[in-house]
């Protein structure tokens, strides 16, 4: 069956860090989306790519970047690690077009110390 | 800007009981899609409907009816006979058809069902 991987599940790394989390759809989606959850927030929007080479931020982008070299992977990276970035991390795709519904992983739980 | 408001934080019911979950979202686009989705307490995200803004018929799957309201912009979703297992957060989300494939969500509803 088609499915949403992400790694690791859960994450704990020290201030200043790299950090990748890894997200892997075996839909042959094109579209692919970032998202973190917090508690009194829901969840928003951190980068979003719609199809290979192609990259677009989202509403809470600062400090994260994505890259797409490939249909099935969209790696978040963290490029130094801030507590303000613990958080529950949603990967999510969809095929394209407007009315597609938008499929989600089982989330990574990131602290950061 | 889309803007999604969930006002029921937690809701609390006992088994059996009907519930609705509230949903009101802002728009100015005439043509958008509204999502509900649950995530139980093992924290996965659950698809359970979308619907389009053409389409004002309520829908009905088992339990579960969600009433569509363009009107007062508001998209409920009741369960009907609560169980335990239904006891989740849920999310209402709004998609705009011009803005792209991005998801704007509300910030959920504990619902808790006991016995």
């Known amino acids: 069956d088609a499915e949403i991987t992400q790694s690791p599940r859960h994450k704990i790394t020290e201030t200043g860090r790299q950090v990748t989390l890894a997200c892997h759809q075996t839909?042959?989606?094109?579209?692919m989306f970032w998202y973190r959850q917090d508690l009194g927030h829901g969840l928003r929007l951190i980068h979003y790519?719609?199809?290979?080479?192609?990259?677009n931020k989202g509403e809470v982008s600062d400090g994260y970047s994505v890259s797409r070299s490939n249909t099935e992977d969209l790696p978040l990276t963290l490029e130094s690690a801030a507590s303000s970035q613990t958080s529950v991390y949603f990967c999510?795709?969809?095929?394209?077009?407007?009315?597609?519904?938008?499929?989600f992983g089982p989330g990574t739980r990131l602290l950061v110390l | 800007a889309q803007k999604v408001t969930q006002a029921q934080t937690e809701i609390s019911v006992v088994e059996k009981e009907d519930v609705t979950l509230d949903c009101v979202y802002e728009?100015?686009?005439?043509?958008?899609?509204l999502f509900w989705y649950k995530q139980p307490p093992s924290g996965e995200l659950v698809f359970l409907i979308r619907?389009?803004?053409?389409?004002?018929q309520n829908e009905i799957s088992g339990r579960y009816s969600w009433n569509f309201q363009k009107s007062t912009s508001s998209f409920n979703f009741t369960i009907t006979a609560s169980q335990v297992v239904d006891s989740a957060v849920y999310f209402c989300?709004?998609?705009?058809?011009?803005?792209?494939?991005?998801?704007?969500f509300g910030t959920g509803t504990q619902l808790k069902v006991e016995l």
């Open positions: 989300a709004l998609k705009l058809t011009g803005g792209g494939n991005k998801l704007t």
């Open positions: 728009t100015r686009d005439t043509t958008y899609y």
């Open positions: 619907r389009n803004s053409f389409d004002e």
């Open positions: 839909w042959n989606h094109n579209n």
């Open positions: 790519s719609y199809g290979v080479q192609d990259t």
């Open positions: 999510a795709s969809s095929d394209g077009g407007t009315q597609e519904t938008q499929y």
